[in-house]
């Protein structure tokens, strides 16, 4: 195929009148039993409650009996499992397609993403290996991760591109570094894999719990510290933000004016003390195996 010049020149667009997407990119992590599931489906419903549409939320396990308990919460609802990765790609087509009934969707939850990377990656390990599906995995090495963290995040473009599409994302929790003193919590995702999608998000919260002296209490930490990564585009959230706001907030901050001028703005600056933290902080090279929780 030949590519023209003006089919190049035809996407130059004019950087200081550039649409702002309108679409929620969101990325929550945190332990188990904290809520993840429940915050996004709670979240996803307050967005279908402003544009409409369904809520199609793709499962790598069995997190949808977290909302059983919340039955408000299905409304309006479908639910697919997706144990095998690999159908990740083809419902990602499907979606941006807009095809095979997708075009009713207007916000899709990928849950427990972290899952679906850990497989990929595991299957790509035994496949450049030559390991058996029966015998033990391997020692996964740093350049075992490129291979499998540009193909899931090509997956995850195909949602996010999908113009009317809100996304939003689960993921465990996991500790990096080599001490408790320098011990950082961020998503379960491989560094590289982390940094490519913090891109593209709006919000990177990290979900707590925990028991007070007022009683059980959970919250959204939005902006990060030297121990927390976390991330917000969205002006409206405060940097620990009880979990029960977050919704309205996000669908209040959907498509308004200041959605415009947050996004338009550069990311703020954090700083800590006498140290500036960024919003996702990673070390590509210091890869590891992924561990995913039960």
Do not use: C
Not at 209 to 215: D, F, K, L, Q, V
Request: aromatic share 6%; hydrophobic share 35%.
């Amino acid at each position: 195929m030949v590519v023209s010049l003006r089919s190049i020149t035809d996407r130059i667009v004019d950087m200081e009148n550039q649409p702002i997407d309108k679409d929620a990119k969101l990325l929550l992590y945190g332990s188990a039993g904290v809520g993840k599931t429940v915050l996004g489906m709670a979240i996803a419903q307050a967005i279908r409650a402003t544009v409409g549409g369904r809520i199609l939320f793709l499962d790598s396990s069995d997190g949808w009996v977290s909302l059983d308990e919340f039955p408000e919460l299905k409304q309006g609802a479908d639910y697919l499992s997706v144990r095998d990765y690999r159908d990740l790609p083809v419902l990602g087509d499907a979606m941006h397609e807009r095809k095979g009934g997708m075009d009713q969707y207007s916000v899709v939850q990928l849950d427990e993403t972290s899952s679906w990377f850990t497989d990929m990656l595991h299957a790509y390990v035994r496949e450049v290996t030559g390991t058996a599906p029966g015998d033990d995995l391997p020692e996964i090495e740093g350049k075992h991760y490129q291979a499998p963290t540009s193909a899931m995040l090509e997956t995850i473009s195909r949602f996010h591109r999908t113009e009317g599409l809100n996304v939003i994302i689960v993921s465990h929790e996991r500790e990096r570094g080599k001490t408790p003193e320098t011990s950082k919590a961020g998503p379960s995702l491989s560094p590289q894999f982390l940094e490519g999608v913090n891109q593209r998000m709006h919000l990177v919260g990290r979900v707590t719990a925990a028991i007070t002296s007022t009683g059980y209490k959970r919250q959204v930490q939005t902006l990060p510290s030297l121990r927390v990564a976390a991330k917000s585009r969205i002006s409206s959230l405060e940097v620990s933000e009880l979990v029960e706001n977050v919704p309205w907030k996000i669908a209040e901050w959907l498509g308004s004016p200041r959605m415009e001028e947050d996004l338009a703005a550069p990311e703020p600056q954090i700083v800590v003390g006498d140290e500036e933290v960024t919003p996702v902080e990673v070390n590509p090279d210091d890869e590891e195996p992924v561990e995913v929780e039960d």
